[in-house]
Nanobody
C-alpha cells in the first residue's frame, strides 16, 4: 500500500499556471497507474490525467485540451501535474491517486490509494 501527499495548489488568475506535486511513499512494487482527479462542489469526481508508473503512456480528460501535462520523477517518487492556461471552471479539489491496475486509467473506481487533496482556485 502506498501513501500519497499532494502539494502545489493555490489561487491563480485565469490564464495562469500551477504545478501540482504528488509524493508517493511506501512500496511501489505493485503500482501500475498514477492519476490526478478533481472534484468541484456539487459535481462528480472526474479524471484529469493519468500515466503508467513504469511506462511513458499518458491519458487526459477531454476537457484538458492540451493545457495540462502529467509527468513523473522516479528518483523522487513524485508525480506532477503542470496546469497552464487555467480557467475558472478548473476550480476544484485536486486529488492524486494510485492503482495496481493499468486498465481504464481515468476511471476513479480503479484507484485504491488517494491523497487528501489540494485546492485549486481560478478567479479574477
Amino acid at each position: 500500500q502506498v501513501q500519497l501527499a499532494e502539494s502545489g495548489g493555490g489561487s491563480v488568475q485565469p490564464g495562469g499556471s500551477l504545478r501540482l506535486s504528488c509524493e508517493v511513499s511506501g512500496s511501489t512494487n505493485s503500482l501500475n497507474s498514477m492519476a490526478w482527479f478533481r472534484q468541484a462542489p456539487g459535481k462528480e469526481r472526474e479524471g484529469v490525467a493519468a500515466k503508467y508508473w513504469h511506462f511513458g503512456d499518458t491519458f487526459y480528460g477531454d476537457f484538458v485540451r492540451g493545457r495540462f501535462t502529467i509527468s513523473q520523477d522516479k528518483s523522487k517518487n513524485t508525480v506532477y501535474l503542470q496546469m497552464d492556461n487555467l480557467k475558472p471552471e478548473d476550480t476544484a479539489m485536486y486529488y492524486c491517486a494510485a492503482s495496481r491496475w493499468a486498465a481504464f486509467p481515468l476511471m476513479s473506481s480503479k484507484y485504491d490509494a488517494w491523497g487528501p487533496g489540494t485546492q485549486v482556485t481560478v478567479s479574477s
